[in-house]
């Protein structure tokens, strides 16, 4: 239901409409940017939930989180053995191949329907892919999020600083991406990977469910900091997200368009390949400045819980583990892409996380 639901609104709420990278066959295709106004929309029929039901319908949700985590998991596991299935459909008269993601067609079966055997999978207007990549997950991570506050105040009587410093920026996290939902389009998500069962369970199943697990820990053992702590953990989930932004604004303001008034005087390299190559600005002082500040935003929420288990951190230490090997397909990438002007680069931008450091 929760995923019918926001396919209505995939289709029904207006919004601008661009298109995304070009692919191997020429062709560009269309996305529908209103996944921010469907978010908005889902917020107000919740808020008329609330005042029908109260928090009943929130508190079912807390405390119904296993029985919600495994129906995503076997829906997720249906959706990518449907798509896999349907990669070896014949294309219709006059219609376009199936255009096959370069790693997903490896003839292994089990790999190939893990990892995504078609690169776009479309029912009609709708992509699948990209259509799971921001929605039901991003989306049901602040419902399970809010349903976790509702329950600690349904319990003591108020929200705990602790819950505060972990859902607030989820929330945030969760709303910005939204926001800069186009940008989503040129990700390797979307422009090489296939949608497969990794894909589809990690949006639909891991993003809302492991990422949730703060609030979940919070809502059954409320942790109290002082102000200090508490004024030391907000600043540190601020100004990492802030490196998190504000450099993937510099990379995609630099890449529409390279002579912006707010990127222009931004010192870069050209490649033999014809693309630009920044070495000044986020982008000069490490090749992934981006990552570090993602993992310290997660790393903050994290700390909000305390110390007294490690599993909330296990968020942490996975995420740590999905940067490093995103980092390594991505050195391997441009590496093979960019050749010796990769090794030119990495001369003048030697640090891949930390400026001065590694």
């Not at 790999?111 to 690169?119: Q, S």
Request: aromatic fraction near 16%; include cysteine.
């Amino acid at each position: 239901m929760w995923w019918s639901w926001l396919v209505v609104l995939y289709f029904v709420i207006p919004g601008r409409t661009v298109q995304g990278v070009v692919l191997r066959n020429g062709q560009r295709l269309d996305y529908p940017i209103n996944g921010l106004s469907s978010f908005l929309v889902t917020l107000c029929t919740a808020g008329l939930v609330y005042g029908k039901f109260g928090f009943v319908p929130f508190l079912w949700v807390a405390d119904h989180f296993f029985q919600l985590a495994a129906a995503s998991y076997m829906f997720s596991t249906a959706q990518a053995l449907f798509v896999y299935l349907r990669s070896f459909r014949r294309p219709s008269h006059g219609a376009q191949p199936v255009m096959l993601a370069l790693a997903g067609n490896s003839g292994n079966p089990v790999y190939d329907f893990f990892i995504g055997r078609e690169l776009n999978p479309r029912i009609g207007a709708l992509d699948l892919k990209y259509f799971n990549e921001l929605r039901p997950g991003i989306m049901g991570w602040v419902v399970l999020n809010v349903s976790f506050a509702i329950k600690q105040y349904h319990t003591l009587g108020y929200v705990s600083n602790s819950m505060w410093l972990a859902v607030v920026p989820q929330i945030g996290y969760c709303i910005d991406t939204l926001l800069f939902e186009s940008k989503v389009l040129t990700t390797m998500d979307i422009t090489t990977d296939g949608f497969g069962w990794m894909l589809s369970f990690g949006d639909l199943t891991w993003v809302p469910v492991m990422y949730s697990l703060q609030a979940r820990y919070l809502a059954f053992h409320p942790v109290h900091h002082s102000t200090v702590a508490t004024a030391l953990i907000a600043v540190m989930g601020v100004a990492s997200f802030l490196v998190f932004r504000l450099s993937n604004s510099e990379k995609n303001a630099f890449r529409t368009n390279p002579n912006g008034p707010s990127v222009s005087h931004l010192r870069f390299i050209k490649t033999e390949s014809g693309s630009k190559l920044l070495v000044s600005g986020w982008w000069g002082l490490a090749r992934h400045i981006n990552y570090t500040g993602d993992w310290m935003f997660g790393l903050a929420q994290c700390l909000a819980t305390g110390f007294d288990t490690p599993m909330t951190y296990f968020f942490s230490a996975y995420f740590l583990v999905l940067l490093l090997h995103r980092n390594y397909r991505d050195e391997c990438k441009c590496r093979e892409k960019y050749k010796k002007d990769w090794d030119r680069y990495c001369e003048i931008v030697p640090c891949m996380f930390i400026p001065y450091v590694i």
